[in-house]
């Protein structure tokens, strides 16, 4: 069983992956490519200065996988409360059960109200400045919780915030990710 399963494939759900799976959580991701970062010339990303949205993708998916995660190509059907946390049922039928759950599910969050969680098209789904919704071990990233202020650069923010906050949960201690160039001898 996963420690948790993020459903999105755009800069939010791949963030949150690659924070959790370099500090050792089991993460699975499932998405189809179909972020609206196919359609972007990024030019407000900073730190590089002109990438085309399906460029991007592809460094951010290959720098996600050399940390072992696998982005499954699958659409994720349903949601649901569980003992041991939440499960989900892909299209396969196949179910995966996990403890966290990261929904960057874009711009029409279907899974997010299938939790009883609540979309405005305003403001999106309500959480806090780490990206947990009201319901516990549920992280709302992205354009789902921003929907008046997409920018890939945001949507990767709060990946990365959800994540830190799921490993600090883990942990019991506020969890850093920082490192350090090798020290010149
Ligand atoms: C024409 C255009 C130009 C843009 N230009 C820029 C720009 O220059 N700079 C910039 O910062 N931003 C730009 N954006 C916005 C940028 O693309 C978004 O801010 C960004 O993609 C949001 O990332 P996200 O991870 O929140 O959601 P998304 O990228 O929308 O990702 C959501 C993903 O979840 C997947 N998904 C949803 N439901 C399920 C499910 N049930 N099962 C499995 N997968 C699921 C979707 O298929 C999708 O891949 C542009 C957007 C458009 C349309």
Do not use: C
Not at 37 to 49: D, K, T
Not at 70 to 84: L, M, Q, W
Not at 113 to 124: A, M, N, R, S, T
Request: glycine residues 10%.
């Amino acid at each position: 069983m996963p420690h948790v399963i993020v459903i999105g494939d755009g800069p939010g759900g791949l963030s949150a992956a690659l924070f959790l799976a370099k500090n050792n959580l089991d993460v699975v991701v499932y998405g189809q490519d179909k972020t609206a970062m196919n359609w972007a010339l990024v030019r407000n990303y900073l730190g590089i200065a002109e990438i085309g949205g399906t460029e991007f993708q592809k460094v951010a998916r290959a720098q996600v996988a050399s940390f072992g995660v696998t982005v499954h190509d699958a659409t994720v059907e349903k949601i649901e409360p569980h003992a041991e946390g939440y499960r989900i049922t892909l299209a396969s039928g196949a179910n995966v059960t996990a403890k966290y759950i990261v929904l960057s599910e874009g711009k029409a969050p279907k899974l997010a109200l299938q939790l009883g969680l609540v979309f405005d098209d305003k403001i999106g789904i309500a959480t806090d400045k780490n990206a947990k919704s009201n319901l516990d071990g549920v992280y709302v990233v992205g354009r789902s919780s921003r929907p008046g202020r997409s920018q890939a650069i945001i949507s990767a923010g709060d990946g990365a915030a959800a994540a830190i906050d799921i490993l600090s949960r883990e942990k019991g201690e506020d969890v850093v990710d920082w490192d350090s160039p090798p020290k010149e001898s």
